[in-house]
């Protein structure tokens, strides 16, 4: 295993980065294809299919519970958080195509800001399927969205699709007219990306993509919310 962190932008935001995560992670793999199936949810803009890991499922259990303890104390070091709570765990399926997907998941978006929340990111693809790219908004400089610039992001949006059109039928792939990278994470096997649900973020996928329903073929991750709780 080894833990590195890395400050990006303007802002400086910390994003927890861990390779070599999950012991014998391969199994992963066979746990998401032989449990229950996944599906589109019309409650989330997420390209693709989804299922919950399912607390009554040892194995779905354990692996979510070693996920929080490798987790925590790192999460103390770099974020100062003491506790936190799991407000969703999930294995996701890429399989929509750009032009299938809502356009503001083919731009840099935010997860939550009306709760202190964290994501937690498992890349579980034996084979790199691209990975996920942090923004800066140019028009504004924001690259965290926070609850007082909100209103302002949203508006500086509309002025960027004013100026520029509507977003490509593409997913992001380095900056834009309207977005700044600031950082980019290839989705290597095993790997785990902990960050403010609050960063502008957005999967990169390569040309070559494999929009696979398969978990053993196509871009299969592990998603994990994570919520501070209010003093």
């Known amino acids: 295993m080894k833990i590195s962190i890395r400050e990006l932008g303007d802002e400086r935001n910390k994003v927890i980065v861990i390779d070599q995560a999950v012991p014998a992670a391969e199994g992963l793999i066979t746990m998401a294809s032989n449990g229950l199936p996944f599906s589109e949810s019309a409650k989330n803009s997420y390209p693709g299919i989804r299922r919950s890991l399912n607390p009554n499922a040892e194995a779905e ?29 999930s294995l996701s399926l890429m399989t929509k195509r750009s032009f299938e997907a809502n356009p503001l998941t083919r731009i840099p978006h935010y997860d939550e800001i009306k709760k202190t929340k964290y994501a937690l990111l498992h890349f579980l693809s034996p084979r790199t399927q691209g990975g996920t790219g942090f923004y800066r908004h140019k028009r504004t400089g924001f690259e965290k969205i926070t609850p007082d610039r909100k209103d302002e992001f949203h508006e500086g949006l509309r002025q960027d699709w004013a100026a520029y059109g509507d977003p490509e039928q593409a997913y992001m ?29 957005t999967a990169q996928v390569p040309s070559d993509f494999a929009y696979s329903a398969d978990p053993r073929k196509g871009r299969l991750t592990a998603n994990l919310f994570l919520v501070i709780p209010d003093a």
Not at 175 to 193: P, W
């Open 61 to 89: 259990r354990d692996y979510v519970n070693f996920l929080c303890k490798l987790c925590g104390p790192v999460m103390h070091d770099v974020f100062g958080t003491k506790r936190f709570l799991v407000d969703h765990a």
């Open 173 to 201: 792939s380095g900056s834009s007219q309207a977005f700044e990278q600031t950082g980019y994470f290839e989705g290597i096997f095993n790997r785990v990306l902990i960050y403010s649900g609050a960063l502008l973020h």
